[in-house]
């Protein structure tokens, strides 16, 4: 018994001196710059919401954080960037809903969407818009599945966006509402909105960032909102399950990842403040603006929502005979 001792003592010692390594390396992070990198353009909402955590970050940090826009190739230009970098929590990605939709429309990705990152933390969900053109005289999303059957040819969808999530949302509602729709596609949301206001097409799902002017200023009717209950600031336009019932709901969604293998400590540290800095009053009223809402969960739980939202894209793919590229 005597010469087993020391050896059970340096088998539960190794774990624990593990963990202090742990700590000590959360406790010295960061001690110089962090990138993060986004795969769009400047000036849209992923970017905004990339220039709040880098701003939030900066001053919580006291070191420099910079945001690297990489857009290319439906963001997988930059995830793979990220998935190649050193897990050391110096190198992260702003995703969006592409990080989980991409899986539904490539053969083969450059990266494992699942396996080769460490989701660190959801920065909010957001719900698209469904519009009508000006001209079509319906008030409610039953009128408008009145006015689709009697329709023989069935009715236009314009699509800011082949396989883009507005794409999936699109195909979604004609698998669950049976209506018979003809999708339209347009490289980017504005031609397609440009389109809808001049009574091109019937129809299209928007972002909310993008609609809302349209439905203020009374171009484009406002028929439904895809959120689960109507949203805070739009209480006067339903949600989509108010008609159809079992809708189910899939968001757009922005999110914090960095490479695979980064030090749990450092993740749990990133997800407390990066949650923190979008609940703060300038992160919530960008949010609120973009229409988006704020969420809080655990990394942990942005990696069950990660696999589980994959599945979802792909259903609705599938149902869809999407061809991936």
Do not use: C
């Given at each position: ?38 795969g ?48 050391d ?14 899986a ?34 319906v ?21 800011g ?29 504005a031609p ?55 809708y189910?709901?899939?968001?757009g ?73």
């Amino acid at each position: 018994m005597r010469l087993n001792a020391p050896r059970l003592l340096l088998v539960t010692a190794a774990p624990l001196s593990l963990m202090l390594a742990g700590l000590a390396v959360a406790d010295d992070y960061p001690s110089k710059p962090i990138t993060l990198i986004v795969g769009a353009s400047a000036g849209g909402t992923t970017d905004a919401l990339a220039r709040e955590v880098a701003e939030g970050l900066s001053q919580k940090y006291d070191v420099p954080t910079v945001v690297d826009n990489r857009p290319g190739a439906g963001a997988n230009i930059a995830a793979q960037a990220v998935a190649n970098s050193d897990p050391d929590g110096y190198t992260l990605l702003v995703a969006y809903t592409s990080h989980t939709l991409n899986a539904s429309l490539f053969h083969q990705l450059p990266y494992d969407p699942v396996e080769d990152f460490s989701p660190i933390s959801l920065l909010g969900e957001v719900s698209s818009i469904l519009l009508s053109r000006p001209d079509l005289e319906v008030e409610s999303l039953q009128g408008l599945l009145d006015y689709a059957a009697e329709q023989p040819d069935g009715i236009t969808f314009g699509v800011g966006g082949l396989g883009s999530s507005l794409h999936m949302e699109t195909l979604k509602f004609m698998q669950e509402s049976g209506v018979l729709g003809y999708e339209i596609p347009y490289n980017g949301t504005a031609p397609a909105i440009a389109d809808l206001i001049g009574s091109h097409m019937d129809v299209m799902f928007a972002p909310f960032a993008a609609a809302m002017p349209l439905v203020e200023s009374g171009d484009a009717n406002a028929i439904a909102v895809t959120s689960p209950e109507r949203m805070p600031n739009l209480d006067h336009i339903p949600s989509v399950n108010e008609t159809l019932s079992d809708y189910p709901t899939t968001y757009g969604w922005f999110g914090l990842l960095g490479p695979a293998g980064m030090d749990p400590a450092i993740v749990e540290r990133l997800n407390a403040d990066v949650t923190e800095i979008m609940q703060g009053e300038s992160g919530a009223d960008l949010l609120e603006r973009e229409g988006a809402e704020p969420i809080d969960i655990s990394a942990e739980a942005f990696a069950t929502f990660i696999a589980e939202d994959i599945e979802r894209w792909q259903a609705i793919a599938e149902a869809g005979d999407i061809e991936k590229q």
